[in-house]
């Protein structure tokens, strides 16, 4: 089969974006992340596309990407699977594009700091839980990319802070808790809409409904029962 691949790219920051275009045989069974590593042998060997990859086994969420318009990772995203045709490949666009499809996901990070959500100890969660369900996050961004409440430098973190502190929130105890409890309510359930298009993109399969709910009822709606008892 004949793809016709059609690639966004920026040179710096500054720069505009520009399209460039390339016809791309295959038989179908590889990955974008794969026709990409041999484009820029081949077609851009002078001037390779830039983007970001590590594992190629969809666990590490750095090939993240939009392809055809939907964000994905492109170690995902089987040829034989896409529309027959033209394959387009752009940059995230919730993030500041650093050079052609590779973009800066710091945001992510500062905010996982700013939401203090790291394990103080080693514990590891029973394989059924929503803390196992929670810890699956690769941190791609792809949720944020389809979050209609989320941008970068906003209030709202959005689900990229939600699967980390739903860990956090199912293994601390109250005494850990309380500051946590705050910073969720605050970066995460105030500014949630709850259309659940996270839950539809996230390449790990992650049920983003079941840690919402299981957060909310922890951090927020627990602690207003507890203070309209006293």
């Not at 820029?40 to 318009?69: H, T, Y």
């Not at 387009?88 to 800066?104: A, C, M």
């Amino acid at each position: 089969m004949l793809i016709r691949f059609e690639i966004i790219r920026r040179k710096s920051p500054a720069d505009k974006p520009y399209t460039v275009s390339v016809e791309y045989e295959t038989d179908g069974e590889e990955t974008v992340a794969g026709a990409l590593t041999e484009l820029n042998v081949s077609a851009f060997a002078d001037d390779p596309i830039e983007w970001e990859s590590s594992c190629r086994q969809k666990k590490c969420g750095a090939c993240a990407m939009l392809i055809n318009g939907r964000p994905g990772l492109a170690c995902d995203a089987w040829l034989k699977d896409l529309p027959e045709g033209t394959v387009r490949l752009e940059p995230l666009k919730k993030f500041p594009v650093i050079r052609d499809l590779t973009v800066d996901r710091s945001v992510m990070l500062d905010n996982l700091k700013q939401l203090g959500a790291w394990l103080r100890d080693s514990a590891v969660p029973d394989t059924t839980g929503v803390a196992y369900d929670a810890s699956r996050c690769l941190q791609c961004g792809c949720c944020l990319e389809v979050c209609p409440n989320f941008y970068a430098g906003g209030e709202f973190f959005g689900t990229a802070v939600l699967a980390p502190a739903s860990r956090l929130i199912a293994e601390a105890p109250d005494t850990d808790g309380k500051r946590l409890y705050g910073a969720y309510s605050e970066h995460f359930y105030r500014g949630c809409g709850k259309s659940l298009a996270c839950r539809d993109i996230c390449p790990a399969g992650i049920d983003m409904e079941r840690l919402l709910v299981n957060s909310n009822a922890a951090a927020v709606w627990k602690r207003k029962f507890r203070r309209g008892k006293k």
